[in-house]
Every structure is written in C-alpha cells, then in structure tokens.
DNA sequence: TTGTAAGCGTTATCAA
DNA sequence: TTGATAACGCTTACAA
C-alpha cells in the first residue's frame, strides 16, 4: 500500500517507457501517443503522484511561493489584511509563507533573509523601521517586493498604504471640533514608520487647528493591551510627567491600543468618554460593539491586502519592474466614545 | 554589485578552489585548512551567499517548513493560536506556510496536496470534517500530522483540543443555573467536527438537566457575523420557525457568533441580557469589553498553538509516530451578558 | 588538505 | 513517438 517515493522515475518503471516519456505524458505533451499518454496519467493518479517542487523549482527558478512578513501576527488589523492576501495567492495558485516580526528590526531582518532562502518569488512587508526598506531594497533584484502599511522614504519601490498623516488629521480635527484641546497621543513604537507619520499628522493638524504642541502628551510604545494599562495605571497615579488633568481626550495609533485605554478604564473606575474621549485607528471589526462603541478611524484593510497581493503578483508574471505606491484614503467611523465639551 | 547567482561554484571560482571545499568550508568542516576556511567564508559574507533551500531540501529530504492549515485565517480565535504556532516554529528554525480553508473541505484538501507538493515536514490542520482526517491518514507516511481544535473519531493520530462537550455542558449549565430553560444553539457549519461535538454537550447536558431538547433550538451556520445578523433578523420579524419567544438565552459556538447577535440587538433594540442572555465560546481577547462583556467559555488558544507546534516538531525530529493526544480544559468567564431569572 | 563524482526529482534539448 | 543526457545547487562518500 505504501510506496517509498512516487517519483517519475517509479512511475517509469512501472509503465515500462523512460522517465522522461513519463514527464512529457504528465505534460500532456502531445508528441506523445495518446494512449500511453493516458495510461501514465491513470498510473500517476492511482499512486497519487505529486511532483516534487524542490525539484521543479530547483529547475526552474520558480517555487509558487511569497512571503507575507508582518508587525503582530495576532492583531486583528494584520489578520485581516492577510486574510485578503492568502485569498489572492490561493486563487493564483501561490502559497503563502507567514512570518512575525514584532516590531523588532532583527527579527524582520531574519524573516527576510529565511524567506528568500526559501526560494519566495516575492515579499509583502509592513516594516519595522526605514532601515529596513533598505535592506529589502539591497535585495530587490532577487524578490520583488511590496511594502504596506507605511510610506516609504523613496519612491521607487512598490506600495500600498493607508496616509497616516491625513488619519491623524481625522482624529484630530474631530476631537477639535468636539471641543477638545488637550489631547494625549498614545503612539506605537517610536522607529515605526506609522508612528512616526501619524505623530507628524498629529503635530501639524493642532498647529493648523493653533493649538500649541506639548511634547509629553505623545507618548511613544508598543502596541498591546498591557502596556497601555501599564501607562494609564502611571498617569492616572501620578507617576507620569503628564498628569490626569493635563488632557481630555486621548487618540491611539491602534484599536488595540485604545482597547488597553477601556482596560484601564474599567479598572481605574474612569469613564469614556466622561472622563476622556478616545479616538482608535484600524477600525478592527469588534470596536462597533464596544463600551461605548469606539469612534476611530477606518483603514481599508481588505483593499490593503488585495492590492498589495495582486500587485506583487502582476510585477512577478510580468517580470516587470513595478514602482506603483498607491494611497488609500483613512475614513472617520464616529461613535460614542468622543464627548461634545464646551 | 550584482551578482547572477551567488552559488558554491560561483564562490569556488572566486576562491580559486574546488566547489567541494568551499561546501565543506561553509559547513566549518575541520577536514578544510583552517585559514582557507576562514577566507571562504569571508568571500561568502561579501557576496551575500544564502544557500539554496531548495537543492538543499532536494537532497537532504528536509526543508525545515511546516503547513499550519486552519478554517478561518481571520478568526481572532484562530490568530491566536498560529501565533503562538509561528513563535515556536520560529525559535526552532522551521517557517511556516498558512492555508485558509474556509470551512471547505474542498479547499482542505487542495491545501494539504499543495503544502506536500511544497514539501512540509509536517502539518497543523484544524479540519473542516470527519473525512479529511481520512486524507490526512492516508498520507501520514509521508507528512506528520496534528490535529487541532477537534477530537479526531481515531485514537491513532496525534491531537491537541479543546473538549468542546465539556465546553457546552460549561455554558449551558451556567444559562440553567441562572435560571434559563429555554436555550437557543446558534452552531457551526453541520459537517464542523467541533460543532457536532458541541452539540451533544448541548444535548446531554439539558437532559442531565431535565429540560426537555427541542431540535429546532438548534441552528446550524456560517460563523460569522453577517450570517447570524440575519438569521436573528429572520428570528425577530417571526419569519423563522423558533419564534422571539421560544427562549431566554442564546449559547453559541464561537464568540464570532455571539458578536453578531450584538449585533443584531443594536438593529433590532432588543437588549442583552435584558432580552436575551448569551454566552460565546472562545474568549477571544475584545469580549471583555463589549457592551455588555461577554460571559464566554475560554479556551486556551495559545497553550493550543505552542503544544501542537512542539508535539508535530518532537515528532519529526525523532522521527518517532507520536500519537499522544491532548485534551485541553475549557473554562467559564463569568461576565455581564447573562441575566438571572426567576 | 583538497578534489572528483554521484545523486536528489525535475525540465528541456537533442538524438534515435 | 520515444529515449538519453545535461543541468538546476547542494551534500557526501571516496579518491588523490
């Protein structure tokens, strides 16, 4: 019942002809006598043949494979736009190599190197910092890449991302006109390109909106929900150089991180948007049934993973040189966790 | 700066030496003069050379790549577990590909033909159906398999999960202990191992109970929030065979589910647990914050994902046929989104 | 200490 | 219409 390895060659002794008759009849080539060509193909199927792609890539200089490297696996922002890449790849006939690197600059630079020692034809990349677009630039003419989730600092390489800066803008300008003047930034980490472009959208926008800019209300961390707590737990017990009163209303770079802001709130006994008003980003898909629902601010993030996939792809099967930076645009969702303050 | 293919040979010419040494160079081979050594393996640095995953898999029957093939790549239940999967995938050098199955058996098994055409050393599958616990069997010579996320019908194969009867039986006993007779199921798809599994804990557990089953109770769907939006929408406007007033409470297989029936109270104004109680199933990390949270079951997702990734990669580098089995407890979240009643 | 040669499973070219 | 042969890049006896 078990047979050691179903290769062409076992095929061939089996059928009697040459390996290489099996492999042209597996081809459907048509130099081939229709009926032995037949005969093989039911030989193959009855001993579930399935061509090596080690071999055929070997061969080829093709392994159907990409590879998808991104900042937080778990988060329901990346899970959704990956969930959008894995469908194009699967409908192209690709397979999806998945990788983490949370937020660490080596551990992005590892999974890239793996990757293209595994042969993927190309990359999608939300990356850590600006460093490491240059390492994937170094590297461009061996796997094509496409990065998401941040601008670039050059424009010859291939994009999809979501302007952070106009995001902000959104938050802010909408807490501004809710009456809110102070407002805590609670940033993602601080080499993060997104952060970065978001902390400039933030300072612009109350610069135009002339609101003075105070440097310790952005606060600069990692994306998750005990690391949020952990700085509310300080500032609300004036452990903080900013203090409860210094703000009114607090904008996150991440639904997650405005969760951790709901996280505090229910154990400090404060309340949004009573007490502070909370604007997120991302709009992952539970924030509408919150308490109270979160206003933040919509990224496309189907769009984002569709794009990106399908760009890759058109770049990879046309051998082209692709350079597209798309823009998609950042959308307010309000709901209840902003207050009207006089 | 650019060079074709930076292979051994390439090297070897480059060093001026035989394409055998400089393999045995790179390997650190004690048989290779140490300064040559040392002078190979600088070159290798400059140039950049990566070995070829490919040929090496080819020749060695290793590729250092496992299949993590899952029926909801979105699925924040789901995401937490293959992050933990990828964590420890990671720290022992393996990559991983990642399937979305779609709750198809269809697609499962175009999936498991593709990652063994891809040559994965193993596979972590959370399978839509009995039958392709069958496919995976017959191909268990060649690829070690783990099972997750449901109780296989064979005690032959190698499985980490959940007992989602206990799961059930959890939920339902909390809902009669509360006072609630009359309990609506919203399940999964019918042909989902684990909804069948959780079903009969359903079952069983009302009649321990003494409550009489009544089949259409029981609902069968997509899980996802759309779905189960409309089948309340149906439930609500009479146009289904359970009426508004057929029950008290609502348990459902996935927290996915009972978001939607969030939903659904936000459209139609009923309230939870004023008009319905409901109790989800996987404590999935937002539920804590919903309006009202979520009385869940829990389900240790991570443990999940870092004991099948350690099980399957236990078992490849042995090469022993694990078969151990792991039954994981579920466990009861007590939160606001049941009412007591008299 | 270094080099030669065979083989992993394909594909593709050319000869029979 | 079929078969022999070389090549993809690597590992590993074995020979020099």
Do not use: W
């Not at 159907?64 to 991104?70: A, D, F, R």
């Not at 990788?99 to 660490?104: F, I, L, P, T, V």
């Not at 390109?193 to 990692?222: M, W």
């Not at 150089?241 to 009114?248: E, G, L, Q």
């Amino acid at each position: 019942m078990k047979h050691p390895n179903v290769t062409i060659k076992f095929l061939a002794d089996i059928a009697g002809v040459s390996f290489s008759t099996v492999a042209k009849a597996l081809h459907n080539d048509p130099a081939i006598n229709i009926d032995t060509r037949r005969r093989i193909q039911k030989i193959a199927e009855e001993y579930n043949y399935r061509p090596n792609i080690l071999a055929k890539g070997l061969r080829n200089r093709r392994t159907k494979t990409i590879g998808v490297i991104l900042n937080d696996l778990q988060s329901p922002f990346y899970s959704e736009i990956y969930k959008a890449i894995g469908d194009v790849l699967e409908q192209k006939g690709y397979t999806m190599f998945l990788a983490d690197s949370k937020y660490e600059e080596e551990l992005e630079k590892k999974n890239i190197s793996t990757m293209i020692g595994q042969g993927v034809e190309g990359l999608i990349v939300s990356s850590v910092s600006e460093a490491s677009e240059n390492i994937a630039l170094l590297l461009r003419e061996s796997v094509k890449t496409v990065f998401i989730d941040n601008r670039p600092s050059r424009d010859d390489i291939c994009c999809v991302y979501v302007d952070h800066e106009a995001a902000a803008s959104l938050a802010i300008r909408h807490l501004v006109a809710s009456g809110h003047r102070n407002i805590l930034l609670l940033n993602g980490p601080e080499n993060l390109p997104s952060s970065q472009h978001f902390a400039r959208g933030y300072r612009e926008t109350l610069k135009a909106c002339h609101i003075p800019y105070r440097d310790e209300l952005v606060k600069f961390n990692a994306i998750d929900i005990a690391t949020t707590t952990h700085l509310m737990d300080n500032i609300i017990n004036g452990n903080d150089a900013v203090k409860p009163d210094d703000f009114t209303a607090i904008v996150t770079l991440s639904d997650v991180t405005a969760i951790g802001v709901y996280d505090a709130a229910m154990t400090h006994g404060f309340t949004i948007p009573g007490t502070y008003s909370v604007v997120g980003y991302d709009n992952i898909f539970s924030t509408k049934y919150l308490n109270p629902p979160l206003t933040t601010i919509h990224q496309p993030k189907e769009q984002t993973g569709v794009l990106a996939a399908t760009l890759l792809l058109e770049s990879i099967e046309n051998q082209a040189c692709n350079m597209t930076q798309i823009i998609l645009n950042p959308e307010l969702k309000s709901r209840a966790s902003v207050r009207i303050i006089s």
